[in-house]
């Protein structure tokens, strides 16, 4: 199985700053790498797909990156509603990963 | 407007069999894969297989195969999660998500296992 590895596991920010989340396969995945937030008791929401590629709907203020192992998810200046865990989820190949998430509090 | 409409939350005793659905519209539903995925309580998200509705290929997680079976019905655009026999640890949310990079999800489904 490829194993992803996100860091760090928690973060504190403040409105407006601006926050990068890094997930590491450990194996080559392409660009078969998506994005999810999810708020609590709510289903996980599709933020970015293909490592880059924003979902309909999602704000600009997301952005992704990466190829092969490495891979970031960057909000460019966060809103109150943007406190969350995040995901990451390779797809590459079965089982289809997911990271062990990343929770984003409010300084 | 694509929709998954998972069924209700099920409450049920260790060794009971239990099977949950997902029913997808809006989309073509025979030519999308369909996932499932576990979060156990306070936990993360946990992959455990896909299937495509057109022909039933089915793919598991090492960790999920011969714990659960995966299933669907193109004719009534309907994916299924079932267990012949359940044990506490299955407590959990169990989600179903479409293709293989979940761009939409269900609501979940919650399963409680207890005597």
């Known amino acids: 199985d490829i194993q992803m590895t996100q860091s760090p596991s928690s973060l504190s920010a403040s409105v407006g700053d601006r926050v990068t989340i890094t997930c590491r396969a450990s194996q080559g995945i392409s660009i078969y790498l998506a994005w999810f937030q999810q708020k609590p008791g709510k289903a996980p929401k599709s933020l970015i797909y293909a490592a880059s590629s924003l979902q309909s709907g999602v704000p600009s203020r997301f952005s992704g990156s990466g190829s092969g192992t490495d891979f970031t998810l960057t909000i460019s200046s966060l809103q109150p509603e943007d406190f969350a865990t995040y995901y990451c989820?390779?797809?590459?190949?079965?089982?289809?990963?997911f990271g062990q998430g990343t929770k984003l509090e409010i300084k | 407007e694509v929709q998954l409409v998972q069924s209700g939350a099920e409450v049920k005793k260790p060794g009971e069999s239990l099977k949950i659905s997902c029913k997808g519209s809006?989309?073509?539903?025979?030519?999308?894969?369909i996932g499932w995925v576990r979060q156990m309580p306070g936990k993360g998200l946990e992959w455990m297989g896909i299937i495509y509705p057109g022909d039933s290929d089915t793919r598991y997680s090492p960790s999920f195969q011969g714990q659960v079976t995966i299933s669907a019905d193109k004719s009534i655009s309907t994916a299924y999660l079932q267990w012949s026999s359940l044990k506490p640890s299955d407590t959990a949310v169990y989600y179903c998500?479409?293709?293989?990079?979940?761009?939409?999800w269900g609501q979940g489904t919650l399963v409680t296992v207890s005597s």
């Open positions: 998500a479409r293709s293989s990079n979940c761009d939409y």
């Open positions: 989820q390779q797809y590459n190949s079965y089982p289809h990963t």
């Open positions: 809006g989309y073509s539903f025979a030519t999308s894969w």
